[in-house]
């Protein structure tokens, strides 16, 4: 059984940078997509990023540029990194993994698991 657990979401000011991260246990890791979606109070919950068939990345327009997705492999660990954070970022991050097809790399229900969640805070 698969299992995704997000850390290192903090708070931060508008401008700065914090890398959130999300193990994954219980399968082979080189077999799944993973991606990031995040979902700020009152909003509905949006994509992020996803590395997708292990070398294809995806971002979505309001973050290309500032944020970064990438993998250790000897961890079985995803990162993102978030740099130039400004208070529209602010949300609960959540990691996904599965294997969607290329249609649906960027929607929740393409994905099998998802994790429970990391606040991050940026105030201006």
């Known amino acids: 059984q698969v299992q995704l657990v997000e850390s290192g979401g903090d708070w931060v000011q508008a401008g700065g940078s914090l890398r959130v991260s999300c193990v994954i246990s219980g399968e082979t890791f080189r077999s799944y997509d993973v991606a990031w979606f995040r979902q700020a109070p009152g909003q509905e919950r949006e994509f992020v990023a996803a590395?997708?068939?292990?070398?294809?990345?995806f971002y979505v327009d309001s973050v290309k540029g500032r944020f970064f997705i990438s993998s250790d492999n000897a961890d079985h660990t995803v990162h993102l990194q978030m740099d130039n954070l400004q208070p529209d970022d602010t949300a609960v991050y959540y990691c996904?993994?599965?294997?969607?097809?290329?249609?649906?790399?960027?929607?929740?229900?393409?994905?099998?698991?998802w994790g429970q969640g990391t606040q991050v805070t940026v105030s201006s």
């Open positions: 590395r997708w068939r292990r070398n294809r990345l």
């Open positions: 996904a993994a599965g294997k969607p097809i290329l249609s649906s790399v960027r929607t929740w229900g393409g994905y099998r698991v």
